[in-house]
């Protein structure tokens, strides 16, 4: 893809594990790591990328020569998303062909400026659009987000499975919302069970790149349009993604090859 040097789907089998928090965290925390990034959303139903980046409800992408836009900027990465064009507040009553078109010509058509990773978030399931994605872009990895809850892994299994007969290497799965702490007495709960990100991850022989907690701030923060990455750039779920980042970058360069940041910010 113009402009793109690589892609990465962050996929869940099941909807409402955390997938689009973790793609939001995530891509901003490749910034942070002084990466050139973007995020195209993909869940053209039910986008969620244009709220959790603070981009307020309105703004339009600007075109860019004819049947071109250019993405939206905000926190410092580009973004892409179905919320840019239609009314969010309008069901979207569309067929499954006019959502792998209209997802086909956000990939085609917006003008993405020199990203060294693109971030997708895909819409949960496993339909047009992921197969859409699949078969027209060079996908250099995915990552899985799952809870740790029975039903959640077996969706999940279902993504970790399409991905692989579709030949695109899984980096790893992300177990969101594993343990509660308490805010008033600090005890933990394992809200959603345990230990099923590091099951499946042996299961299919890839790693767990983390394990993130059930927090009111994670939600507050990212419905806020302020992701805790930059909300609390110093904070331990900043510090979990930013460790995801390293991860990621590191195996897709083991794969394809790379040349490391193409900014560079001074040593803190
Ligand atoms: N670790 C977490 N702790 C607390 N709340 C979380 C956490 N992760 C996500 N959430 C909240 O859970 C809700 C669902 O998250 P999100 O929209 O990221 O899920 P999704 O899998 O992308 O959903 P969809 O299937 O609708 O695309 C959001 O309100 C989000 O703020």
């Given at each position: 893809?113009?402009?793109?040097?690589?892609?990465?789907?962050?996929?869940?089998?099941?909807?409402?594990v955390?997938?689009?928090?973790?793609?939001?965290?995530?891509?901003?925390?490749?910034?942070?790591e002084?990466?050139?990034?973007?995020?195209?959303?993909?869940?053209?139903y039910?986008?969620?990328?244009?709220?959790?980046?603070?981009?307020?409800?309105?703004?339009?992408?600007?075109a860019?020569g004819?049947n071109?836009?250019?993405?939206?900027?905000?926190?410092?990465i580009?973004?892409?998303?179905?919320?840019f064009m239609?009314?969010?507040r309008?069901?979207?009553?569309?067929?499954?062909?006019m959502?792998?078109?209209?997802?086909?010509?956000?990939l085609?058509?917006?003008?993405?400026?020199?990203?060294?990773?693109?971030?997708?978030d895909m819409?949960p399931?496993?339909?047009?659009?992921?197969?859409?994605l699949?078969q027209?872009?060079?996908?250099?990895?995915?990552?899985?987000?799952?809870?740790?809850?029975?039903?959640?892994l077996?969706?999940?299994?279902?993504?970790?499975?399409?991905?692989?007969?579709?030949?695109?290497?899984?980096?790893?799965v992300?177990?969101?919302?594993?343990?509660?702490?308490?805010?008033?007495?600090?005890?933990?709960?394992p809200?959603?069970g345990?230990?099923?990100?590091?099951?499946?991850?042996?299961?299919?022989?890839?790693?767990?790149?983390a394990?993130l907690?059930?927090?009111?701030s994670?939600?507050?923060q990212v419905?806020?349009?302020r992701?805790?990455?930059?909300?609390?750039?110093?904070?331990?779920?900043?510090?979990?993604?930013r460790?995801?980042?390293?991860?990621?970058a590191?195996?897709?360069?083991?794969s394809?090859?790379?040349?490391?940041?193409?900014i560079?910010?001074?040593?803190?």
């Open positions: 893809m113009e402009g793109v040097k690589h892609i990465v789907a962050v996929a869940s089998g099941k909807g409402g955390g997938k689009s928090t973790v793609t939001v965290n995530l891509a901003l925390a490749m910034a942070a002084g990466y050139r990034v973007g995020v195209l959303d993909a869940d053209i039910g986008p969620s990328q244009a709220q959790m980046l603070g981009v307020g409800e309105g703004v339009r992408p600007q860019a004819e071109r836009f250019l993405p939206l900027e905000a926190h410092g580009q973004a892409m998303s179905m919320a239609v009314d969010v309008e069901p979207m009553v569309w067929r499954g062909p959502v792998a078109g209209a997802f086909q010509q956000m085609t058509q917006t003008k993405w400026d020199d990203l060294d990773y693109l971030f997708i819409p399931g496993t339909g047009d659009v992921q197969l859409t699949a027209k872009v060079p996908v250099d990895g995915a990552v899985i987000v799952t809870t740790p809850q029975d039903i959640a077996l969706d999940a299994r279902k993504g970790i499975e399409m991905f692989r007969k579709v030949k695109v290497p899984v980096l790893g992300v177990e969101n919302m594993s343990l509660h702490t308490c805010s008033q007495c600090g005890h933990q709960e809200v959603f345990a230990g099923g990100g590091e099951r499946i991850a042996t299961e299919y022989d890839t790693r767990v790149l394990r907690p059930l927090a009111l994670i939600r507050e419905d806020g349009g992701p805790s990455v930059v909300a609390e750039p110093e904070g331990d779920i900043a510090a979990s993604f460790d995801m980042a390293r991860q990621v590191e195996q897709i360069a083991a394809v090859g790379d040349s490391g940041p193409s560079s910010f001074s040593e803190e």
